[in-house]
C-alpha cells in the first residue's frame, strides 16, 4: 500500500514492489523520479474502506514514550521506531524519531512535504498547518496519493492521508492515516490523532 516514509508504511510490500518494478517508491535514487512523474488515478465512486461506528479501539503503549489509540483488531507490524496497523485498504502507521526542534509549518514545507514528493506516488498536498491537539501543538499534513500496484491485478486507488508531527523533549513523533479518497473516517481519524499522550 503506502510508506510513511521510504520503505516504513507497509513493511510486507517492499518484496513485492522489487518483483513488480516500483524500486523508485522505496530507493529514490534509483527510480524517484518515475514515481513523482506518476499520474493521480481517479478516486473510486463508492469507495471501500470506512472504519465502522462500531470500531473498538484500543490503547497502544511506545516503548518511544507515549500511548494513543489504534483499531483493535488490525494487522500489527512492530519495528524499532514504532509501529503500523493495517485492515484492508486503511491504514495508522506511527513512529517516533529524535529531533533537535520542534516542528514548523515551514519545516514540515520544506522537508516533509518533500519527502512526500519524492518517496509517495503522484503526490498532491492540500493543506499544511498547526493544529491544537490534547498533546500540545502538532503539524497537520493532507495530502492524496496513489498506492502501490496490486500485486495480481496491477490496479491503484487513490487514497487519502493525513500526518501529524507531533514535538516534546527532542522527540518527533510521526502519526499517518490513510484510506481510500472519499472513505468516511472523519470521527475515527479525530479519535486516533487526539489521543496521543506524552508518557
Known amino acids: 500500500m503506502k510508506r510513511i516514509s521510504s520503505a516504513t508504511r507497509t513493511l510486507p510490500t517492499l518484496t513485492l514492489a522489487m518483483a513488480l518494478g516500483t524500486m523508485g517508491a522505496f530507493f529514490p535514487a534509483i ?7 506518476e499520474k493521480a488515478v481517479p478516486a473510486e465512486k463508492n469507495p471501500p474502506g470506512d472504519i465502522p461506528d462500531s470500531q473498538v479501539f484500543i490503547d497502544y503503549a511506545s516503548s518511544q514514550g507515549f500511548t494513543m ?14 509501529a503500523s496497523f493495517i485492515d484492508k485498504l ?3 502507521v506511527v513512529s517516533a524519531s529524535k529531533s533537535a526542534t520542534a516542528p514548523t509549518v515551514e519545516s514540515a514545507k520544506a522537508t516533509s512535504v518533500l519527502e512526500l514528493e519524492k518517496t509517495e506516488r503522484a503526490v498532491k498536498v492540500t493543506a499544511v498547518k498547526e493544529v491544537k491537539l490534547p498533546a500540545g501543538s502538532a503539524i497537520r499534513i493532507v495530502y492524496t496519493s496513489n498506492s502501490e500496484p496490486n500485486a495480481v491485478t496491477n490496479k491503484q486507488i487513490r487514497l487519502e492521508n493525513e500526518r501529524y508531527l507531533y514535538f516534546k523533549d527532542g522527540k518527533l513523533v510521526t ?20 489521543s496521543l499522550t506524552w508518557k
Do not use: F, H, I, T
Request: charged letters at 25%; a negative charge.
Open 31 to 37: 527510480g524517484g523520479q518515475a514515481v513523482a512523474a
Open 69 to 82: 489509540k489504534v483499531p483493535e483488531g488490525w494487522a500489527r507490524s512492530d519495528r524499532a521506531d514504532g
Open 175 to 194: 502519526l499517518e492515516l490513510y484510506a481510500p479518497k472519499g472513505a468516511d473516517n472523519v470521527d475515527q481519524w479525530q479519535l486516533m490523532s487526539n
Open 90 to 92: 486503511d491504514g495508522v
